[in-house]
């Protein structure tokens, strides 16, 4: 009762009184009550806080001397108080560090905190305090070591009487209000180890005598409106780890005695007005870890010295007007720690290093607004945790290389303004975190590959202003995220997707594509499909009823016809070549009933759109020695009864042409990552020139933007894959004879050596692409080259393009530094001369094994019992002396190096010599 009593007095008394209370009343206990009674507490962080205690030693926040049991620290950081500080602190006689930061604090500062004889640490940090720092508050700061007011609304000038604290260690006054020039007296602090003023108003220079600063640690301006050259006596700061002057109105020549200040980890000189070649000596620096230049007016090129410089973490020489080539010292791959480089908008020239990628931890890299010229390296491809890659506005030329999709960290990557030409490739759909992709103005051609539809992050598209062509891929509606896309000033085709974003997608990021269609280019898609169709009478959710949804209204598709391809020609001959306009089926007649659509087929109603409406026909090319009749209007149909198969190309159907011409039509699936139309033509028809016995012919082809069809010869006995593997019923071993297997052996090798003569490589060479004749028996390979109708031959690509043809993937598909050759080919031989011999597949899952063929016969021949391996359905009827030879061929032919193996000539040379025996046989034996 009677402490309640005195609390009161004191509370009514105390502001008239210039002295604490009596020595009743000096008691720590009190204090903090009177404190508590000033504050708010809404969070009831006080209420162990009670005045019936005779000590205040266990209430939260207070720490007490043991001994004396006097507080002498209060951490209430965080507590949610709001309200005055009152004089209640001012009790606490034993006080060392009083903090009181991130707490809701108002009204200004009392002078009389540093009259506490014993504080040291005074924090009050993130508050709302106000008016202006007392200039007595300095004139008593007796053994203050730490102070901050960091983060409050404190205003006025820095109080001159700074200078009087000798003990001063730390200063921390950044994002208040301050104004006016930093006091000079603040030199004079020699203990100061940390200054840090940054976001306020401070101006005018930086005072003489910094140099006295001998203990600075850390020094930051930033964000100020200070002015004037760096006095170049901050290169005596010797243990200054930190300088941040960044974000003020520093002019004149960056200190050369900078260099001398070695400790140095963090030197930001960005957002001012430096100017002046970089001095060399920042070369000296070999702890720099962050070195931010950015925005200044610095020139000439940036010092070799800065090899030195190996800690570097982050450096950002942007926005200035260094000139020179790119500093090839950053790009030898010294720099392991560099995880952001900025060299944007200055005046660079030259190539970017080919060996760029060595810097394997780039995250950030920014080379935009610079005169670069040449390609885009690959080995950008390298960089595997990159998240922003930026080379726009340049004069960079070449494509954009295939391998800038392996990074599944990248979130931008910006092109834009350059010279780029070639496709967009597809491998960016590896790209899985991509949200920004800019692309525009460049000279970019083909599709947009219907993969960036599976860049479920894209938000922010710009591909306007390339040569971009063909249909746009419908699923893009499916991109949940989008906010921009832009496709201007392309030559895309036809309707634009439904759905999503593109129902709102503003006119102007679709102008200046004459041949789209669609409600936001107001023009109304005509009723005619863009493109000869193979309409898979299952299929749900694909391209093909997606581009016919439209036109059936939402109905599911009612056509039960077993589908089918109506090209219509109409012929044009030139200089060998027979090339015909395909039309396209009427959209009345696809909606038309199934009987009415059988019989229509012969008809002529649906071929009565005129010829030469490009954008809605295409291409058909058959080379020479075809029929004439083909070219008097012919038309086949591709039936889906008459699928032969599939590969990891496309399906392949069987048609008949009107002069009951047997033909395959293969529909080719990666239609998106074929090249342009140019030099798809180019490598097809340096296929079809293929002409030999144990090779499928290539007849010519069938080209739109979306739709590539390659028309074959057409092989009547089916692929060796069936006639191994799928014996007719009955059997349940494969009846081929060992000399029909010596055959079909002799006669791959012949068709493999005849390709590689002609410098193709075959790429996918495996059972199911080797043909047999049913009349000659003899084989024939099938399905080659189609590799090269891929965008770039990307190992990638092409592994999971021929991943089906598991077990004949020569090893070094998966090995990036070494070529692939024409060797892999005759890997992949060696594998089929086992299959064909043992009857096995080249990878056989049984219950709980997997069985990988070559290194069974392997381990057999080593252990000398080979003959177990040769296929059961040959009972005995082989000559050993044959088998065993052919099956070490395989072996050899399947060396993990490529050098080891042989090649196809001599293959058929040694296969030769073992169908008749002769002295030169002995090695293989
Ligand atoms: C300060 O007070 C405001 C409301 O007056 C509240 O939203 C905020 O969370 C408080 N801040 C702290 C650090 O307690
Ligand atoms: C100064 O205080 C602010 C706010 O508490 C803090 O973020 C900053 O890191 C401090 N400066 C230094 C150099 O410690
Ligand atoms: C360099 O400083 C500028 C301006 O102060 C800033 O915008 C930029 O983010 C900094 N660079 C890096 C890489 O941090
Ligand atoms: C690269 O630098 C340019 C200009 O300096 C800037 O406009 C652009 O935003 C930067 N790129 C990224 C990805 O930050
Ligand atoms: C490109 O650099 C020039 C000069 O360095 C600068 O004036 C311009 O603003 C920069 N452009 C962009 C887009 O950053
Ligand atoms: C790219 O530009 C360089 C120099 O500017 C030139 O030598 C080279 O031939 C160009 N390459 C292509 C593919 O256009
Ligand atoms: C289509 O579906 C039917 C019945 O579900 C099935 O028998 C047929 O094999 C399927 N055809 C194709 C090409 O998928």
Known sequence: MMRLFILFCFFSLSPLLAEPLSMSLNDDVLGLIVF?????????????????????????????????????????????????????????????????AQNNLTGSINANFARLDNLMILDLSENGLSGSIPDEFFQQCGSLKSLSFASNKLSGEIPKSLGLCPSLASLNLSSNQLSGPLPEGISSISALRVLDLSRNGLEDKIPEGIESMKNLRVLSLKGNQMSGAVPGGIGSCLLLRSIDLSENSFS???????????????????????????????????????????????????????????????????????????????????????????????????????????????????????????????????????????????????????????????????????????????????????????????????PIPSSMSRLGNLQIVDLSYNNLSGALPKQLANLAHLLTFNISHNQLQGQLPLGGFFNTIAPASVDGNPSLCGASVNRSCPGVLPKPIVLNPNSTGDTVSGSLSPL??????????????????????????????????????????????????????????????????????????????????????????????????GAVYRTILQDDH???????????????QDDFEREVKKLGKVRHPNIVSIEGYYWTPSLQLLISEFVSGGSLYKHLHEPSAGDSKSSISWNDRFNIILGTAKGLAHLHQMNIIH???????????????????????????????????????????LGYMAPEFACRTVKITEKCDVYGFGVLVLEIVAGKRPVEYMEDDVVVLCETVRGALEDGRVEECVDGGLKCSYPPEEAIPVMKLGLICTSQVPSNRPDMAEVVKILELIRCPSEGMDELV
């Not at 599911?556 to 396209?584: D, F, R, Y």
């Not at 490009?614 to 090319?621: C, F, Y």
């Not at 692409?769 to 090269?788: M, Q, T, W, Y």
């Open 763 to 805: 790429y996918n060479i495996k059972s199911s692409n080797v043909l047999i004749d049913s009349s000659s028996g003899e084989p024939k390979v099938a399905d080659f080259g189609l590799a090269r109708l891929l965008p770039m031959l990307d190992r990638y690509v092409l592994s999971s393009k021929i991943q089906s043809a």
């Open 552 to 649: 059936l209204g939402h109905k599911k598709i009612i056509l039960s016809i077993s589908a089918l391809i109506a090209i219509g020609a109409a012929a044009m001959i030139v200089i060998g070549i027979i090339a015909i306009t395909v039309l396209n089926l009427r959209v009345q007649y696809i909606s038309a009933s199934r009987s009415a659509a059988a019989h229509a087929l012969s008809g002529d109603e649906y071929f009565s759109e005129s010829p030469g409406t490009d954008a809605n026909s295409g291409k058909l090319v058959m080379f020479s020695s075809v029929d004439p009749d083909f070219s008097t209007g012919a038309h086949a149909l591709l039936n889906k009864d008459c699928e032969l198969g599939r590969g990891g190309f």
């Open 36 to 100: 508590k009674s000033d504050v708010q507490d809404p969070m009831g962080k006080l209420a162990s806080w009670n005045e019936d205690d005779d000590s205040a030693c266990r209430w939260a926040g207070v720490k007490c001397n043991p001994t004396s049991n006097q507080v002498v620290e209060l951490n209430l950081d965080g507590f949610s108080l709001s309200g005055r500080l009152g004089r209640g602190l001012l009790q606490l006689k034993s006080l060392s560090k009083l903090s009181l």
């Open 252 to 446: 004149g020549e960056i200190p050369e005695s900078m260099g001398e200040v070695r400790a140095l980890e963090t030197l930001d000189l960005s957002a001012n007005a430096f100017s002046g070649k970089l001095p060399s000596s920042i070369g000296n620096l070999v702890s720099l870890k962050v070195l931010n230049l950015s925005g200044n007016s610095l020139s000439g090129p940036l010092p070799g010295l800065l090899s030195n410089c190996k800690s570097l973490q982050v450096a950002d020489f942007s926005r200035n007007s260094f000139t020179g080539g790119l500093p090839d010292w950053i790009f030898k791959g010294k720099f392991q720690e560099l995880q952001a480089l900025d060299l944007s908008s200055n005046f660079f020239s030259g190539q970017i290093p080919t060996n760029i990628g060595d810097l394997s931890g780039m995250q950030f890299l920014n080379l935009s607004n610079n005169s670069l010229v040449g390609s885009v390296p690959e080995s950008v491809g390298l960089f595997k945790e990159i998240v922003a890659l930026d080379l726009s506005d340049n004069k960079l030329n070449g494509s954009i290389p295939s391998e800038v999709g392996g990074a599944g960290s990248l979130k931008e990557l910006r092109l834009q303004n350059n010279e780029l030409a070639g496709n967009i490739p597809v491998s960016m759909d590896k790209c899985s975190s991509l949200t920004t992709l800019l692309l525009s103005h460049n000279y970019l051609t083909g």
């Open 662 to 676: 047997p033909v395959a039509i293969k529909k080719l699936t990666v239609s998106s990552l074929v090249k342009s």
